[in-house]
Every structure is written in C-alpha cells, then in structure tokens.
C-alpha cells in the first residue's frame, strides 16, 4: 500500500532563513508525489508535484521540492522564509494501487515563521 | 481559484439526525472526492466519484453515503451521524488521474460539522 509519512509535527524557523519540510513515501511503483498548502480556514492549494524528470521541482510562492528516490524522500523546500508562509504543509502521494484514482495524505506539518 | 463551492460552511447537529454536505463544481471535472480532516490525521478520503453514479469507497467510509446525479453535484450523506463524525470535510475534485494529467486536487473551502 502507498503511504506518506511527515515525521515533524512542527518546524519552527526565523524569517529569511531555509525552511524545509520532510517527507518520506512508501510506494509500490513508480512515485507520483505532491505538496499542498492549508492557510487557516481555508482549503488546501496545490504546491507542486513530482512526476519524472528532475529531482528538483519548482511551484508555487517560491518553494521547490527535492525528489531523492535512494532515501524515499520528497522534502519541500525554500531559501528564504516568510511570515506569510506560517500554514499547515501536506505531503500526498498518489495511490497506483488502486488505478490511481485516490490521493494519500501525510498527517501534515505545521510551519511557523517568526519574524 | 478552482469553482468548487460546498454548503452548508457549518452545521451544528445532534446525534442521529441525517446530515447531507453539497459539493458543487463549475470546472466539469470528473473526478471528486470526499474528505475528512481531524487532527493527526491528516485528510482522510471518506467516498470518491470517478463519474455520473460511479462512486466508491475510501479509507473511512463506514456511516457515509455518497450520490452524483449530475457531473457538478456530488453529495455526502451522514444518515445518523454521531459525534466521531464532528470533523471538517474537504470536497475536492481532479480532472483525471491518468497520465498525462497527473491528478493534482483542487478543493473546496471546507464544510465544518459539529455533532452534539
């Protein structure tokens, strides 16, 4: 079965330095991996996503992902970090078990960006 | 932003009343989902939608039904609820889940539920 695992509850960094998230996968096949963002109240926005192709995947606000399949990895990344990136962080995988019709979620992490 | 709108945004209910969650989508995506977020859970897929009456079960799915008449309504049924159904639910939809389009979600604003 695929699953995601987010083994950070919380990070806690200060404005304008790195920030990463980390996320390790479980699948069956080939990875099909996203990140998405929940800001409070609010829906979750797609990120990125990794498909095939580079390791290193670029989205949305800035951030990047690095796909590292010895290590099982996919940790969402960004060189300089901001207040208003403080939200819940959510790795997902895409589940090929099942023809790839569900999306698998991590527990989720939450960022708090002091400034 | 993706045209997905859910309703109501929050309900208060007591135990054993039905509850039904509307999710409405202008997009014509095929795909749509149902899901629950609780702490330390993360979302949790209740029902999925693959078309017009084509539905299926996910992960936690006991005590939810599911209907899609038309391709932009997809409903969630809580027939008695209980509170361990007290939860936010996330509707989300997807144009495929086939390459080349790869399944990214959009979803709704989120449907709060407290079940005295």
């Known amino acids: 079965a695929q699953s995601v695992a987010q083994p950070e509850d919380q990070v806690n960094v200060a404005e304008g330095n790195p920030l990463t998230v980390k996320c390790t996968y479980s699948?069956?096949?080939?990875?099909?991996l996203f990140w998405y963002v929940q800001y409070p109240n609010r829906g979750l926005q797609f990120l990125l996503k990794?498909?095939?192709?580079?390791?290193l995947v670029k989205g949305s606000y800035g951030f990047e992902a690095e796909f590292n399949k010895s290590q099982t990895s996919f940790h969402l990344k960004k060189p300089s970090a901001l207040v208003s990136d403080s939200a819940l962080y959510f790795c997902?995988?895409?589940?090929?078990?099942?023809?790839?019709?569900?999306?698998?979620f991590g527990a989720g992490t939450r960022l708090f960006v002091k400034a | 932003d993706a045209g997905i709108t859910q309703s109501p945004r929050h309900k208060v209910t007591e135990t054993g009343t039905p509850v039904t969650l509307r999710c409405h989508q202008t997009?014509?995506?095929?795909?749509m989902y149902w899901y629950r977020q609780d702490p330390g859970h993360g979302l949790r897929l209740i029902h999925y939608?693959?078309?017009?009456?084509?539905?299926d079960k996910g992960e936690v799915s006991d005590g939810y039904s599911v209907s899609r008449s038309k391709t932009e309504d997809f409903l969630l049924t809580l027939e008695s609820a209980t509170s361990s159904q007290t939860s936010v639910y996330f509707c989300?939809?997807?144009?495929?889940?086939?390459?080349?389009?790869?399944?990214?979600?959009?979803f709704g604003e989120g449907s709060r539920l407290t079940v005295l």
């Open positions: 989300a939809i997807s144009e495929s889940a086939r390459t080349p389009n790869t399944g990214e979600l959009f």
């Open positions: 997009e014509n995506h095929r795909y």
């Open positions: 997902a995988v895409r589940d090929e078990d099942t023809g790839g019709f569900k999306t698998i």
């Open positions: 990794y498909i095939t192709g580079d390791n």
């Open positions: 699948v069956s096949g080939n990875p099909y």
């Open positions: 939608s693959y078309g017009v009456k084509d539905t």
